[in-house]
């Protein structure tokens, strides 16, 4: 019950990492009876502060003021590519759109960090969180 609510904590402090509304895991995603009914974005695969496997999270789009809200499903799909291919110039497509995607903005700031400092041989595309 425990690691339950730890996560929940990890979860709720990621909201503000990201600059989002509302986060969940993938875990809770595959629980909701109708997951169709939200709109929502992958945002990461992190490892939590406590534990050592790596979670999907995503951000409900719907806890977003509606300006937010289409501001993100308009960049959606640039958003997601720039994901799948981790490249810098995607996440600056965002950026020029939605000057306020903080999400966009961190990935931006990771491209640059692993551009400057090169890739770990052992990289999974995982991002560890040190911070509660």
């Not at 994901?83 to 990935?107: I, P, T, W």
């Amino acid at each position: 019950f425990s690691d339950n609510v730890n996560l929940t904590a990890r979860l709720e402090s990621l909201t503000k990492f990201y600059g989002v509304s509302l986060v969940i895991s993938q875990q809770a995603l595959q629980h909701l009876s109708n997951p169709d009914q939200y709109q929502m974005r992958f945002l990461d695969r992190v490892i939590v502060k406590g534990r050592s496997e790596p979670i999907a999270i995503y951000e409900i789009l719907d806890g977003e003021l509606p300006e937010i809200r289409d501001l993100k499903l308009q960049t959606l799909s640039v958003f997601d590519n720039g994901l799948e291919n981790y490249r810098c110039g995607d996440c600056d497509k965002v950026l020029v759109a939605n000057s306020e995607d903080k999400a966009a903005a961190l990935y931006l700031e990771r491209v640059e960090e692993l551009q400057s400092n090169g890739i770990p041989e052992d990289w999974s595309g995982v991002w560890a969180m040190t911070k509660k």
